[in-house]
Nanobody, 113 residues
Framework: VQLQASGGGFVQPGGSLRLSCAAS????????MYWVRQAPGKEIEWVSS???????FYADSVKGRFTISRDNARNTLYLQMNSLRPEDTAIYYC????????RGQGTQVTVSS
């Protein structure tokens, strides 16, 4: 089982990024999938979830700005991030659990002017 996040980068406040998470060894649509993040010096924080049925959930801090989605044919999870803020700066991971214990390799997102 592997999870590989990509798409991070440096963006100014108010900007957008789309993160991707390519999965192998299992089918992402068969269960819950999560995005979590870890800011410097802080614990891992849950960001968003998608159920097998496609229901989506968001942390209050990102609600209305971030959108989780998936492409079943590509077995890939996405996180569209709009109206980015400096406090969104973190390493972002996709995971098979909300605590991030099963997270794969992350991608750095830096929001700064």
């Amino acid at each position: 089982v592997q999870l590989q996040a990509s798409g991070g980068g440096f963006v100014q406040p108010g900007g957008s990024l789309r993160l991707s998470c390519a999965a192998s060894g299992f089918t992402i649509s068969s269960g819950w999938m999560y995005w979590v993040r870890q800011a410097p010096g802080k614990e891992i924080e849950w960001v968003s979830s998608m159920s097998a049925a496609g229901y989506t959930f968001y942390a209050d801090s990102v609600k209305g700005r971030f959108t989780i989605s998936r492409d079943n044919a590509r077995n890939t999870l996405y996180l569209q991030m709009n109206s980015l803020r400096p406090e969104d700066t973190a390493i972002y991971y996709c995971s098979r659990d909300a605590r991030g214990d099963s997270r794969g390799q992350g991608t750095q997102v830096t929001v700064s002017s």
